[in-house]
């Protein structure tokens, strides 16, 4: 007989196609540039899907542990739950896969639905559910979620059996997708790409002018002289000299203003779609405005705090609230993210331990590792040892003065 976890991996291994009016419903309605927009379909904008394929290939790569708080500080706790989430959650997806799924949906969607998969009382694995296969229930106040299997059985759900991740929110029960409320920039960045891509396939501008002295009525004459001055000068042959007889002249034809405003639309569409997923544009190829290597460095921190953070965080909490108890919780370590700037780390710690603002403990304890013997000592700078001995040789010699 089949296990649960092997009834509902079968039943949730497929992906059910949303209807034409659900698209349309959730964001999928025709913009004012004339483009359908939705989650299926905004990938198609390079921007998006650039933004979107950084975002979870990071946090997919950062490690993905098991801790626990003892009083020798934080531990890593090897065993299955570990396993799970750091090698392989079920038998289909490697943890990279599984997490890289799971934050697409989260950041296309708006949500992210992940059922843990339990025998007995033992976690067993994680399965990555479908957002279409996912209702959420608000009858008479009480929150359920109902998970329609490809099977046609109905899981009805307590918020504690499903971990449900939400991108932005409004009510905090329902994640809204981005693309939502960036509809209208992706879909005038979609009409804007069509329209250089047609414009160009029909060849709309030509590249230059030749124009000759005389009439030619022929018009095999005057195609055949085209492909001629073409042959020679055009392709593998462009940047020569020209040698132009019988008086003819050469035009070059400028970027019409039109074609100039289209590019300059699809430039604007990159910054607002970064702005939308809190990416540095540099960081999808976009190099306008970026600035010299200090100022890139500032925005690579930037993105770090102000997109990689967030997402972590709810990530751990989320699965630590809907799987463990007692002092464990699970972490998602950035700490090789932040490699790049360790040096600076690295001076601030030093600078803080020989002013005794930290301890050599506080410091391992930032950097995961166990206190040492004498390490919750504060150093003393040695011009402020020597004050203090002064000064308690002062009060220990003080002889109360004879009255006069």
Known sequence: MASFYDRVKRSISGVI??????INLFGGTTTSAGESVSSTNAPKVATVYACVNLIA?????????????????TVYVPGLIDDLVRRAPNGDYNSYT??????????????AYVLPIREGNSLSGFELVDTDLVEVDTTDGVLRYHVHLTN???????????IHLKLWTLDGIQGVSPITYARETIGTSMAATKHLG???????TPKGILQIQGTIRDADRIRQIGQQFD????GENSGGTAVLTEGAEYKPVAMSMRESQFLETLRFG????CRLYKVPPHKVGHMEGAGYSNSIEAQNAQFLTDCIRPMVELIEMEFTNKVLNGNRHFNLDMRALMRGDIMTQ???????????VISANEIRKEEGLPPIEGGDEFYTPMHQAVQNDVNNGQQGNTQPTAAQ
């Open 346 to 356: 690295v001076q601030r710690n030093v600078s803080y331990w020989n002013i005794g």
């Open 17 to 22: 196609t949303p209807k034409p009016w659900l």
């Open 198 to 204: 047609s414009f160009y396939g029909r060849g709309a």
């Open 57 to 73: 290939d990071t946090i997919a790569s950062l490690p993905f542990r098991l801790m626990r708080e003892t009083e020798e500080g």
């Open 270 to 273: 990159v910054e607002e779609i």
């Open 152 to 162: 046609g059985v109905k899981l009805r759900l307590k918020p504690s059996q499903i």
């Open 231 to 234: 042959a020679r000068y055009a």
């Open 98 to 111: 599984f997490r890289k799924a799971m934050l697409t949906q989260l950041l296309l969607r708006g949500n």
